[in-house]
């Protein structure tokens, strides 16, 4: 008899109490939150997620920018402005500070029907670029009214390079 009491006692016990909760997921941060994607990092910026990635090459190198909606699966977006200027510091956070403008890539680097005024690819040039050195590249640009600020911390050329020759 003692063993039925026990039994029933666990048993409803067991049974009265609700599940244990489920940690919650850890919040991501954004705007100084960047993440990869092959040879990208992406920083979020709703409602945009803006990439930056380094073309290295004998005859100079260049920093690219691409615009994607954030709530799409890579989907280009092209953005009504004209060019935007970066502040990119070397060694993240140790060495001076260059300004650089961005500027549309040319045409056949873009998607088809991108107008005059509208783009989603941004290039500029750096030719005093060291591909081994790390890089903070920060701007502030106003699209549409709204405030868009992108920051990549620890961005190393070479790692993040879609070209190299």
């Not at 903070?136 to 990549?152: K, L, M, Q, Y």
Request: hydrophobic content about 40%.
């Amino acid at each position: 008899m003692n063993r039925l009491v026990v039994c029933t006692v666990i048993v409803i016990a067991g049974c009265g109490l609700p599940p244990p909760a489920a940690p919650a997921p850890p919040k991501q941060e954004h705007g100084d939150h960047s993440h990869e994607r092959d040879k990208m990092m992406i920083a979020d910026a709703e409602p945009y997620h803006i990439l930056l990635t380094a073309h290295l090459s004998k005859s100079g190198h260049e920093l690219d920018v691409f615009f994607e909606m954030a709530d799409t699966a890579r989907v280009p977006v092209a953005i009504q402005i004209e060019s935007f200027v970066a502040e990119v510091q070397i060694r993240a956070g140790e060495g001076g500070i260059k300004r650089v403008e961005f500027r549309p890539a040319p045409a056949d680097e873009r998607p088809a029907g991108e107008g005059p005024g509208r783009c989603s690819h941004f290039v500029a040039t750096v030719p005093w670029l060291d591909p081994d050195v790390p890089l903070r590249v920060t701007f502030e640009i106003t699209v549409d009214g709204n405030n868009v600020s992108a920051r990549w911390n620890d961005f190393i050329p070479r790692k993040y390079a879609h070209h190299q020759d």
